[in-house]
């Protein structure tokens, strides 16, 4: 007996920083939204403790050890249970690896709600977002999906209303990004500066709540996109690539390296996606739609 979870990447539609907390986070405004680019991750019982392995055209850069954040998820559900983490995890990783769409985060959210239902844990809800936080700030909401503000370090959530459907095109650069090396050079940046606390930004609400792609483009944001471009120059050359192509708004996904493309229907981002894809500016390019469910275990 196996169970399988299929959970969401994301992309932050406003990513609004303050100031480096004495912790070390920073205090977001974070308004994510699940897209259509999904992991698998499967848990199938095991003898002889945890296994974890993966498939997929990044999954050479994947670590399989006990730093993963699915092996993560099932030791801490099962220290929680006083049970051993006898489990094998197998992540199908359609996701990009560092590349600011919260991959990591969806596998950890995934094996946590695939090992749950493994092993009958009959964990609540609340339990299950509280491990999710001790995870990592994105893993709360790659549970959820949909939309959500997240404020805190990100993992503090109330979900959003989405009023239609958002098409994007993502393009995936050929490196990767670390996303303290990302916050870190933000702070470089703005040394000196008195930071305003991050709020949500009430048009990038409406524009969701009313599904209207023209007005949330003009209401996207994301704080982090100078450091990214700042450790990422070339990055600037595939959101004019977006851009000329006709996307109603062109960003740096989260801490990127991925850009994202916001697109008026299904066809105008099929057709920025090929001009992306003939640009020469990127590795591969995806289409996606918002918002995508949560985890959700599979049939
Ligand atoms: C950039 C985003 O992806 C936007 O959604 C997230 O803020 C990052 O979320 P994540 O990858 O789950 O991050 P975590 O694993 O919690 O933290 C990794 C590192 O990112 C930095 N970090 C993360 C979140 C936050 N609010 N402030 C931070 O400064 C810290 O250096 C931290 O050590
Ligand atoms: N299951 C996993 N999948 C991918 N990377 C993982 C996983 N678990 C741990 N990692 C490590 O985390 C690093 C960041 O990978 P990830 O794909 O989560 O980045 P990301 O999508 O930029 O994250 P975020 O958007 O949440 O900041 C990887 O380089 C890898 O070393």
Same mark, same amino acid.
């Given at each position: 007996m196996s169970v399988t979870v299929?959970?969401?990447?994301?992309?932050?539609?406003?990513?609004?920083?303050?100031?480096?907390?004495?912790?070390?986070?920073?205090?977001?405004?974070?308004?994510? %939204?699940?897209?259509?680019?999904?992991?698998?991750?499967?848990?199938?019982?095991?003898?002889?403790?945890?296994?974890?392995?993966?498939?997929?055209?990044?999954?050479?850069?994947?670590?399989?050890d006990r730093t993963n954040l699915?092996?993560?998820?099932? &030791?801490?559900?099962?220290?929680?249970?006083?049970?051993?983490?006898?489990?094998?995890?197998?992540?199908?990783?359609?996701?990009?690896?560092?590349?600011?769409?919260?991959?990591?985060?969806?596998?950890?959210?995934?094996?946590?709600?695939?090992? #749950?239902? %493994?092993?009958?844990?009959?964990?609540?809800? &609340?339990?299950?977002?509280?491990?999710?936080?001790?995870?990592?700030?994105?893993?709360?909401?790659?549970?959820?999906?949909?939309?959500?503000?997240?404020?805190?370090?990100? &993992?503090?959530?109330?979900?959003? &209303?989405?009023g239609g459907d958002f098409h994007?095109?993502?393009?995936?650069?050929?490196?990767?990004?670390?996303?303290?090396?990302?916050?870190?050079?933000?702070?470089?940046?703005?040394?000196?500066?008195?930071?305003?606390?991050?709020?949500? #930004?009430?048009?990038?609400? !409406?524009?969701?709540?009313?599904? !209207?792609?023209?007005?949330?483009?003009?209401?996207?944001?994301?704080?982090?996109?100078?450091?990214?471009?700042?450790?990422?120059?070339?990055?600037?050359?595939?959101?004019?690539?977006?851009?000329?192509?006709?996307?109603?708004?062109?960003?740096?996904?989260?801490?990127?390296?991925?850009?994202?493309?916001?697109?008026?229907?299904?066809?105008?981002?099929?057709?920025?996606?090929?001009? %992306?894809?003939?640009?020469?500016?990127?590795?591969?390019?995806?289409?996606?739609?918002?918002?995508?469910?949560?985890?959700?275990?599979?049939?």
């Amino acid at each position: 007996m196996s169970v399988t979870v299929r959970v969401p990447a994301k992309v932050n539609v406003q990513l609004a920083v303050g100031a480096a907390r004495p912790d070390g986070f920073h205090d977001l405004a974070n308004v994510f %939204l699940a897209v259509s680019l999904y992991d698998e991750v499967t848990a199938t019982p095991a003898a002889d403790g945890l296994r974890v392995t993966c498939e997929g055209p990044d999954a050479g850069q994947v670590p399989l050890d006990r730093t993963n954040l699915a092996a993560r998820a099932a &030791e801490a559900l099962a220290a929680r249970y006083g049970r051993a983490p006898d489990v094998h995890l197998h992540i199908a990783k359609d996701i990009p690896v560092a590349g600011g769409m919260a991959g990591g985060s969806a596998d950890g959210a995934g094996a946590l709600l695939a090992c #749950d239902a %493994l092993w009958g844990t009959g964990a609540s809800r &609340e339990e299950l977002l509280e491990i999710c936080a001790g995870l990592g700030s994105d893993v709360p909401f790659s549970l959820v999906g949909g939309a959500a503000l997240g404020t805190g370090r990100g &993992e503090r959530l109330a979900e959003l &209303e989405v009023g239609g459907d958002f098409h994007w095109v993502f393009a995936l650069a050929a490196r990767g990004l670390s996303t303290p090396a990302v916050f870190r050079e933000f702070d470089r940046l703005g040394e000196g500066l008195d930071l305003p606390e991050p709020v949500a #930004d009430q048009a990038v609400l !409406d524009a969701l709540a009313k599904g !209207d792609a023209a007005a949330l483009a003009v209401a996207v944001t994301n704080d982090l996109q100078p450091a990214a471009l700042s450790l990422f120059p070339e990055l600037s050359d595939t959101l004019a690539a977006g851009r000329a192509a006709g996307a109603l708004a062109a960003l740096v996904s989260g801490s990127g390296p991925t850009t994202a493309f916001l697109a008026t229907d299904a066809r105008s981002a099929s057709d920025i996606a090929g001009v %992306l894809r003939a640009s020469g500016t990127c590795r591969d390019v995806r289409t996606a739609v918002g918002a995508a469910a949560g985890a959700t275990v599979l049939d």
